[in-house]
């Protein structure tokens, strides 16, 4: 604590600590990735410095006795409503450093969440509620190119009917949940590994994010959707055909037309051979992928991958949830993709300018109503199915995403936050002390892969099953037939706009 | 084996290169191609493919070791995360060649476009080498982050046009550039510096050249008889320094 700057005596985080209950183990030095706490020998007690505390809680969820609790700062800077102490903080680091800020996870400022606004149907003596604990209920989604009609055949002799329309692949997904895109890299392998198994296990799929597939992830390929990012990483003909599906990255909703810089301590061998890049180098994925600029540029780059894997996979374009969203949507529809993937601006990331975290984008609500909408306008809905993520936190989210016209979820947030997560938002310190964001060996191993598998199968179960109830509560028996039903929601605090936009009706109407 | 391609959809040409190359032949003539797009796209054999004509967009993406020989010009991204193999165009060739890629060869003997060689990169023992024989567009070796770029300016269509553009290895940190005859030090990005080759980066131009020379039956000599420089970036980390950490 001697010598610390006056900027450095504004700490976000006081650590108290109750000397009598503490029994000196040292659990919390060891565990404390940010050398906060330390033992004082000549003493015997520890001691702790506040400034460096940044509110993972690490220590006092393993301090054995409960000795350390964590708390807000409560010294405060003069009340001001329009300085927030944020501001403030924001702005002595800046002009000691001269450097952009980075922040990391989803965006936390205050903008309107639409979801608290939204609320679902069920049924009351007409169409009753069905009962999913004793009927069958569907959650199987399938995702990729819908034909316009279908053309059925039926046997001579048999008379059985069969399908003569060629479909396009599809990816087949027993809950409508996928473990969103985070590169192997921004995450270690452990959660990666985690992420995959649980995804076998569940008949749905991981995406690999940007940062390739590790070598010991290539058995689990049909549970895998690969990415192909600006930078490149990792990309190659079997990488390409390693899973079921290809994902192009072009945006991400925490950083909208930003790239991304994986900064060259964190490429250790296993990531510089699963990326593809040299040993100790940033890996810098460019803004733009500089082969992109225009709808026939995009639709370039879906066919070269359709082409090297011989047209079997469904390929999926991921964009940030933006202000002309459902006319960029539209053109990625008809460069041929297959699945476009709008990421919302709540959507986490590792790391991102925290001014563009926290000021670009829109809400995944408006954008995925606005481009249902659109692309059904357009009679084009089809061609392409939706997967939305940024900012889904329950299944009451998820499904009233469902009904909004999403087919599936990206989980980004709450995969983290199921493997043990506490939103401290410093994954790009690289020293997260739930051993998820880190590459560093002796955090890694803080994540199990069995059990933060075994937590993430636990969740999506809990998030079906409710999804079902709800379901059932409305008289439906398959998710498929509350698709894009946005007659099954009703708005409440909303402006007549908004619920132009989502294409609700007010509640009680 | 021969196909003319003259009038065939892309997807039904390489519907039958990919055909042929399964059924395990070794070399393929293409005759009358005119524009198709993806030629050689994640080819994964030993294979080469003789082009006669112009061959469309991404030709050679995603390849994996077999070879294409483009009699004429050629058009844009080229190589396009390339792994292996080897293209050679004996005419010009478009922007964006070599886009990530990580391995085998590319050589151009006359002028290339904008973006040529971005975001190659290395690593283990791959090590994408791009030779462009004529002049360049801005942005060469564009965030280039290693394997080999070399310059000559010597083959071009246009050999009043300058050598090369501006912002010439913008966000480059890694692998190397060579230049026949120097380089224009104010069209530099600030990322890269220009050095002097040691006996070293001789060696190893001297290696590639007579590669390059034999694919277009021209003499090294002609082209070893002028100075090389090498265009290094300044760090590793070119953005390192740009973050200011959070307030603690």
């Given at each position: 604590m001697l010598y610390k700057s006056v900027n450095e005596s504004f700490n976000e985080f006081i650590v108290e600590r109750k000397d009598t209950t503490?029994?000196?183990?040292?659990v919390c030095v060891r565990q404390c990735a940010y050398d906060v706490h330390r033992y004082i020998e000549s003493e015997d007690c520890l001691t702790e410095d506040?400034?460096?505390?940044?509110?993972?809680r690490r220590c006092s969820a393993l301090c054995p006795t409960g000795a350390i609790s964590i708390h807000l700062?409560?010294?405060?800077?003069?009340?001001?409503e329009s300085w927030s102490t944020a501001h403030i903080r924001n702005v002595y680091a800046q002009a000691d450093s001269g450097g952009i800020l980075l922040a990391a996870m989803?965006?936390?400022?205050?903008?309107?969440?639409y979801w608290d606004h939204l609320l679902l149907d069920a049924s009351q003596v007409t169409n009753p509620s069905i009962d999913p604990l004793r009927e069958p209920m569907e959650l199987r989604t399938y995702l990729g190119k819908k034909p316009d009609n279908i053309e059925v055949v039926y046997d001579k002799t048999t008379g059985k009917p069969s399908l003569k329309t060629k479909l396009t692949p599809q990816l087949k997904l027993e809950y409508p949940f996928i473990f969103s895109a985070m590169s192997y890299g921004a995450l270690n392998l452990n959660c990666h590994r985690a992420m995959a198994a649980a995804a076998e296990e569940l008949g749905t799929i991981y995406n690999t994010g940007e940062g390739g597939l590790h070598k010991d992830l290539y058995r689990y390929g049909k549970n895998v959707i690969v990415q192909v990012a600006s930078?490149?990483?990792?990309?190659?003909e079997q990488y390409l055909n390693a899973g079921v599906g290809i994902e192009i990255k072009i945006?991400?909703?925490?950083?909208?037309g930003i790239g991304g810089h994986l900064p060259g301590?964190?490429?250790d061998d296993q990531i510089s051979e699963t990326r593809m890049?040299?040993?100790?180098s940033d890996a810098i994925s460019p803004?733009?992928?500089?082969?992109?600029?225009s709808i026939e540029d995009l639709r370039q780059l879906i066919y070269a991958l359709k082409e090297a894997t011989n047209y079997t996979k469904p390929v999926s374009v991921k964009i940030a949830a933006v202000h002309h969203i459902a006319a960029i949507a539209s053109g990625v529809a008809r460069a041929g993709a297959d699945i476009i993937t709008i990421d919302g601006f709540r959507g986490g990331t590792g790391a991102a300018p925290q001014v563009i975290r926290d000021n670009v984008g829109i809400p995944m609500e408006l954008a995925l109503a606005a481009v249902d909408s659109r692309l059904r306008d357009e009679g084009i809905r089809n061609q392409v199915s939706i997967v939305v993520g940024g900012g889904v936190r329950s299944s009451g989210d998820a499904i009233k995403a469902i009904a909004l016209g999403a087919d599936a979820i990206n989980m980004g947030t709450s995969t983290l936050l199921a493997m043990?997560?506490?939103?401290?938002?410093?994954?790009?310190?690289?020293?997260c002390p739930w051993g998820i964001?880190?590459?560093?060996p002796y955090l890694a191993k803080r994540v199990n892969p069995e059990l933060a598998a075994e937590k993430l199968v636990n969740l999506v179960h809990a998030w079906g099953h409710e999804m079902k109830e709800i379901l059932g509560g409305m008289g439906?028996?398959?998710?498929e037939s509350l698709r894009?039903?946005?007659?099954?929601l009703r708005a409440v605090g909303l402006s007549e706009k908004d619920m132009y936009l989502l294409g609700v009706m007010p509640a009680g109407e | 084996m021969k196909i003319n391609a003259q009038g065939l959809y892309y997807r039904d040409l390489n519907e039958r290169i990919r055909n042929a190359v399964e059924s395990g032949t070794n070399t393929i003539e293409l005759d009358?191609?005119?524009?198709?797009?993806?030629?050689?796209?994640g080819l994964n054999k030993p294979v080469t493919i003789t082009i006669n004509g112009v061959p469309g967009n991404d030709?050679?993406?995603?390849?994996?070791?077999a070879t294409i020989i483009v009699t004429e010009n050629a058009q844009d991204?080229?190589?396009?995360?390339?792994n292996a193999g080897k293209v050679v165009v004996h005419g010009h060739a478009g922007d964006?060649?070599?886009?990530?890629?990580?391995?085998g060869r590319i050589h151009i003997r006359k002028d290339v476009g904008y973006r040529?060689?971005?975001?190659m990169k290395s690593y283990q023992e791959n090590k994408p080498v791009l030779i462009a024989g004529g002049n360049a567009g801005d942005?060469?070796?564009?965030?280039?982050?290693g394997g080999v770029l070399i310059l000559l300016?010597?083959?071009?269509?246009?050999?009043?046009?300058?050598?090369h553009g501006f912002l010439?290895?913008?966000?480059?940190?890694g692998g190397v550039i060579y230049v026949r005859g120097g380089?224009?030090?104010?069209?530099?990005?600030?990322?890269v510096g220009v050095f002097e080759v040691d006996d070293e980066d001789r060696k190893n131009i001297n290696e590639m050249m007579s590669e390059y020379c034999k694919d277009f039956g021209l003499d090294p000599t002609v082209i070893l008889n002028e100075r090389f420089v090498k265009v290094l970036p300044?760090?590793?980390?070119?953005?390192?320094?740009?973050y200011c950490p959070m307030p603690k």
């Amino acid at each position: 604590m001697l010598y610390k700057s006056v900027n450095e005596s504004f700490n976000e985080f006081i650590v108290e600590r109750k000397d009598t209950t503490c029994i000196r183990c040292k659990v919390c030095v060891r565990q404390c990735a940010y050398d906060v706490h330390r033992y004082i020998e000549s003493e015997d007690c520890l001691t702790e410095d506040h400034t460096l505390c940044i509110g993972c809680r690490r220590c006092s969820a393993l301090c054995p006795t409960g000795a350390i609790s964590i708390h807000l700062n409560q010294e405060a800077f003069k009340k001001n409503e329009s300085w927030s102490t944020a501001h403030i903080r924001n702005v002595y680091a800046q002009a000691d450093s001269g450097g952009i800020l980075l922040a990391a996870m989803g965006n936390p400022a205050k903008y309107p969440i639409y979801w608290d606004h939204l609320l679902l149907d069920a049924s009351q003596v007409t169409n009753p509620s069905i009962d999913p604990l004793r009927e069958p209920m569907e959650l199987r989604t399938y995702l990729g190119k819908k034909p316009d009609n279908i053309e059925v055949v039926y046997d001579k002799t048999t008379g059985k009917p069969s399908l003569k329309t060629k479909l396009t692949p599809q990816l087949k997904l027993e809950y409508p949940f996928i473990f969103s895109a985070m590169s192997y890299g921004a995450l270690n392998l452990n959660c990666h590994r985690a992420m995959a198994a649980a995804a076998e296990e569940l008949g749905t799929i991981y995406n690999t994010g940007e940062g390739g597939l590790h070598k010991d992830l290539y058995r689990y390929g049909k549970n895998v959707i690969v990415q192909v990012a600006s930078g490149r990483f990792g990309v190659s003909e079997q990488y390409l055909n390693a899973g079921v599906g290809i994902e192009i990255k072009i945006g991400q909703g925490a950083k909208p037309g930003i790239g991304g810089h994986l900064p060259g301590e964190k490429v250790d061998d296993q990531i510089s051979e699963t990326r593809m890049i040299p040993f100790g180098s940033d890996a810098i994925s460019p803004a733009p992928h500089h082969d992109i600029y225009s709808i026939e540029d995009l639709r370039q780059l879906i066919y070269a991958l359709k082409e090297a894997t011989n047209y079997t996979k469904p390929v999926s374009v991921k964009i940030a949830a933006v202000h002309h969203i459902a006319a960029i949507a539209s053109g990625v529809a008809r460069a041929g993709a297959d699945i476009i993937t709008i990421d919302g601006f709540r959507g986490g990331t590792g790391a991102a300018p925290q001014v563009i975290r926290d000021n670009v984008g829109i809400p995944m609500e408006l954008a995925l109503a606005a481009v249902d909408s659109r692309l059904r306008d357009e009679g084009i809905r089809n061609q392409v199915s939706i997967v939305v993520g940024g900012g889904v936190r329950s299944s009451g989210d998820a499904i009233k995403a469902i009904a909004l016209g999403a087919d599936a979820i990206n989980m980004g947030t709450s995969t983290l936050l199921a493997m043990g997560c506490t939103l401290c938002q410093r994954c790009y310190t690289g020293k997260c002390p739930w051993g998820i964001t880190t590459n560093n060996p002796y955090l890694a191993k803080r994540v199990n892969p069995e059990l933060a598998a075994e937590k993430l199968v636990n969740l999506v179960h809990a998030w079906g099953h409710e999804m079902k109830e709800i379901l059932g509560g409305m008289g439906l028996n398959a998710l498929e037939s509350l698709r894009g039903n946005r007659y099954k929601l009703r708005a409440v605090g909303l402006s007549e706009k908004d619920m132009y936009l989502l294409g609700v009706m007010p509640a009680g109407e | 084996m021969k196909i003319n391609a003259q009038g065939l959809y892309y997807r039904d040409l390489n519907e039958r290169i990919r055909n042929a190359v399964e059924s395990g032949t070794n070399t393929i003539e293409l005759d009358n191609v005119n524009g198709q797009y993806f030629i050689g796209d994640g080819l994964n054999k030993p294979v080469t493919i003789t082009i006669n004509g112009v061959p469309g967009n991404d030709l050679a993406a995603f390849m994996n070791g077999a070879t294409i020989i483009v009699t004429e010009n050629a058009q844009d991204n080229i190589g396009n995360t390339m792994n292996a193999g080897k293209v050679v165009v004996h005419g010009h060739a478009g922007d964006v060649l070599g886009y990530g890629m990580r391995g085998g060869r590319i050589h151009i003997r006359k002028d290339v476009g904008y973006r040529v060689g971005i975001h190659m990169k290395s690593y283990q023992e791959n090590k994408p080498v791009l030779i462009a024989g004529g002049n360049a567009g801005d942005f060469f070796g564009e965030y280039m982050a290693g394997g080999v770029l070399i310059l000559l300016g010597m083959f071009s269509d246009n050999p009043e046009k300058d050598k090369h553009g501006f912002l010439f290895g913008t966000g480059m940190h890694g692998g190397v550039i060579y230049v026949r005859g120097g380089v224009d030090e104010s069209r530099l990005a600030k990322e890269v510096g220009v050095f002097e080759v040691d006996d070293e980066d001789r060696k190893n131009i001297n290696e590639m050249m007579s590669e390059y020379c034999k694919d277009f039956g021209l003499d090294p000599t002609v082209i070893l008889n002028e100075r090389f420089v090498k265009v290094l970036p300044r760090s590793k980390r070119p953005y390192g320094n740009m973050y200011c950490p959070m307030p603690k």
